[in-house]
């Protein structure tokens, strides 16, 4: 059944096309707007704008679902690993045994960087942001493998799994730059997360090998920042990549917009946030009660989302894992008490009941990340190795669209009409 949207405009009154998706989801295709009324469609920050079609994560905020290509989160983090599940976001499906040995032993053929790359990272100063090291090494990528510049459908596996397996050698390599430590080179004996570790950990006569339940938390946190649709750093990705810029480089964009504390970098802030209430600094009736006070610019970190209209399924999964892994590890964080305290007052309160403000992925995961030694300035950096798959997929999929148009959207001027240039003598 065809189904049509009507706008009438003044004497204008066209029928607009309503497309529904796999889920029922419905919305009006403004294509032919301008071309049939002159009128553009107005929506700063987009949360009213379908950017795409796409085949890859489902999310349905009100539920609180999150599917990848099909599949329920839930049921991923049970059963599945991070690697199968970066497969699955790029490729489709999921892998066969074959393909899952065969993405395993390429991804340790690209785990080792080019020892010109050393130099790179010398350059860059002790205290850098690992962030900022991360997004430029990943650009510096393209300078070693120019050939991803004109990349064919072909040379596309190898450029991916290149991509997911240097990220990982590439932060670890952010971390030791950043404490004056020597470059640990990734062990071809190792699977995907325990080489990471063992790359931040090791010393060069010490080699470290994580703890199981260590490798097991970190491998879930990884999986559920795989993927999340359209957000900030996704749509980035595809944005950047709908010039047609490289793989590399489009996803060095996605780093730099998953940084921003509203977005990826918020993990952080809520390590900061829960830091400052057990310092003394605040209480946690306190913080909520900043957090309500619009004059005082203070958002509760790791609360809210832009979909999410209930519980981040997420945040649900990584609460428990928070809880078994302190338990599993003897760590008696105060911090994880002290998030439950603010989520249990939050979710009492009208304020953030109203505007249905529930925890998000980031709330939970920096107590978890802190409980297994990851540095603080490195949280974002772990979200941003998780997401390297959604990234990839979605640039993939931006680039394989038919007709795959450059985005560019419209604006609404309303800055000052003609004028008339004026002498510097006369001003
Ligand atoms: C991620 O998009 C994704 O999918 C992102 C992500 C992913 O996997 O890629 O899920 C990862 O980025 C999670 C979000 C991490 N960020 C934070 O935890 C920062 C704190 N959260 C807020 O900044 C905010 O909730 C956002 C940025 C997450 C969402 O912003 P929106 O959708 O623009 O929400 P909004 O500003 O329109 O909020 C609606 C109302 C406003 O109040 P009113 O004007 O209606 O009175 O809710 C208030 C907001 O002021 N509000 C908050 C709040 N979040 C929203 N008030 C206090 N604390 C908060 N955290």
Same mark, same amino acid.
């Given at each position: 059944?065809?189904?049509?949207?009507?706008?009438?405009?003044?004497?204008?009154?066209?029928?607009?096309?309503?497309?529904?998706?796999?889920?029922?989801?419905?919305?009006?295709?403004?294509?032919?707007?301008?071309?049939?009324?002159?009128?553009?469609?107005?929506?700063?920050?987009?949360?009213?704008?379908?950017?795409?079609?796409?085949?890859?994560?489902?999310?349905?905020?009100?539920?609180?679902?999150?599917?990848?290509?099909?599949?329920?989160?839930?049921?991923?983090?049970?059963?599945?690993?991070?690697?199968?599940?970066?497969?699955?976001?790029?490729?489709?499906?999921?892998?066969?045994?074959?393909?899952?040995?065969?993405?395993?032993?390429?991804?340790?053929?690209?785990?080792?960087?080019?020892?010109?790359?050393?130099?790179?990272?010398?350059?860059?100063?002790?205290?850098?942001?690992?962030?900022?090291?991360?997004?430029?090494?990943?650009?510096?990528?393209?300078?070693?493998?120019?050939?991803?510049?004109?990349?064919?459908?072909?040379?596309?596996?190898?450029?991916?799994?290149?991509?997911?397996? /240097?990220?990982?050698?590439?932060?670890?390599?952010?971390?030791?730059?950043?404490?004056?430590?020597?470059?640990?080179?990734?062990?071809?004996?190792?699977?995907?997360?325990?080489?990471?570790?063992?790359?931040?950990?090791?010393?060069?006569?010490?080699?470290?090998?994580?703890?199981?339940?260590?490798?097991?938390?970190?491998?879930?946190?990884?999986?559920?920042?795989?993927?999340?649709?359209?957000?900030?750093?996704?749509?980035?990705?595809?944005?950047?990549?709908?010039?047609?810029?490289?793989?590399?480089?489009?996803?060095?964009?996605?780093?730099?917009?998953?940084?921003?504390?509203?977005?990826?970098?918020?993990?952080?802030?809520?390590?900061?946030?829960?830091?400052?209430?057990?310092?003394?600094?605040?209480?946690?009736?306190?913080?909520?009660?900043?957090?309500?006070? /619009?004059?005082?610019?203070?958002?509760?970190?790791?609360?809210?989302?832009?979909?999410? /209209?209930?519980?981040?399924?997420?945040?649900?999964?990584?609460?428990?894992?928070?809880?078994?892994?302190?338990?599993?590890?003897?760590?008696?964080?105060?911090?994880?008490?002290?998030?439950?305290?603010?989520?249990?007052?939050?979710?009492?309160?009208?304020?953030?009941?109203?505007?249905?403000?529930?925890?998000?992925?980031?709330?939970?995961?920096?107590?978890?990340?802190?409980?297994?030694?990851?540095?603080?300035?490195?949280?974002?950096?772990?979200?941003?190795?998780?997401?390297?798959?959604?990234?990839?997929?979605?640039? /993939?999929?931006?680039?394989?669209?038919?007709?795959?148009?450059?985005?560019?959207?419209?604006?609404?001027?309303?800055?000052?009409?003609?004028?008339?240039?004026?002498?510097?003598?006369?001003?």
């Amino acid at each position: 059944m065809t189904r049509s949207a009507t706008l009438t405009y003044g004497d204008k009154r066209i029928e607009l096309p309503v497309i529904e998706g796999s889920e029922g989801e419905l919305a009006v295709d403004v294509t032919q707007l301008r071309a049939q009324t002159g009128l553009i469609t107005l929506d700063p920050g987009y949360g009213n704008t379908g950017a795409c079609l796409s085949t890859i994560t489902y999310i349905d905020g009100e539920k609180g679902i999150l599917r990848y290509r099909g599949i329920p989160i839930e049921e991923l983090a049970e059963r599945s690993s991070f690697i199968e599940t970066a497969w699955l976001l790029i490729f489709g499906k999921l892998p066969t045994q074959a393909q899952l040995d065969h993405f395993s032993a390429r991804l340790t053929a690209h785990a080792p960087l080019h020892e010109s790359f050393k130099h790179h990272f010398e350059g860059f100063p002790v205290n850098a942001p690992p962030m900022a090291m991360l997004s430029a090494m990943i650009n510096t990528l393209c300078c070693f493998y120019p050939e991803v510049q004109d990349m064919t459908e072909e040379d596309f596996f190898e450029e991916a799994t290149r991509l997911v397996s /240097k990220v990982r050698t590439i932060a670890a390599y952010t971390y030791r730059r950043s404490l004056g430590l020597p470059f640990i080179y990734p062990d071809p004996k190792l699977r995907y997360v325990t080489n990471f570790l063992h790359m931040m950990f090791s010393m060069p006569f010490d080699q470290h090998i994580a703890s199981r339940e260590v490798v097991e938390a970190l491998n879930l946190i990884l999986l559920l920042h795989a993927d999340h649709e359209q957000n900030c750093s996704t749509s980035t990705v595809r944005v950047v990549g709908s010039s047609r810029a490289n793989l590399f480089s489009s996803c060095a964009a996605g780093v730099c917009a998953l940084w921003g504390p509203l977005h990826g970098g918020a993990n952080v802030a809520v390590l900061d946030m829960l830091e400052a209430i057990h310092k003394g600094g605040l209480s946690a009736e306190h913080t909520l009660e900043m957090a309500k006070d /619009k004059k005082s610019g203070f958002k509760l970190m790791g609360f809210g989302h832009r979909v999410y /209209k209930n519980f981040d399924p997420r945040a649900v999964i990584l609460k428990k894992s928070a809880d078994k892994v302190l338990g599993q590890l003897g760590v008696n964080d105060p911090l994880l008490d002290i998030a439950r305290r603010l989520e249990e007052l939050a979710l009492k309160d009208s304020y953030f009941v109203e505007r249905k403000l529930y925890p998000n992925v980031d709330f939970y995961s920096g107590i978890l990340m802190r409980a297994m030694g990851i540095p603080t300035n490195m949280f974002t950096v772990i979200f941003a190795i998780g997401r390297m798959p959604g990234w990839i997929a979605h640039w /993939k999929e931006q680039h394989d669209s038919e007709g795959g148009r450059i985005a560019r959207p419209r604006q609404i001027y309303t800055g000052p009409t003609t004028s008339a240039y004026v002498p510097v003598s006369e001003r």
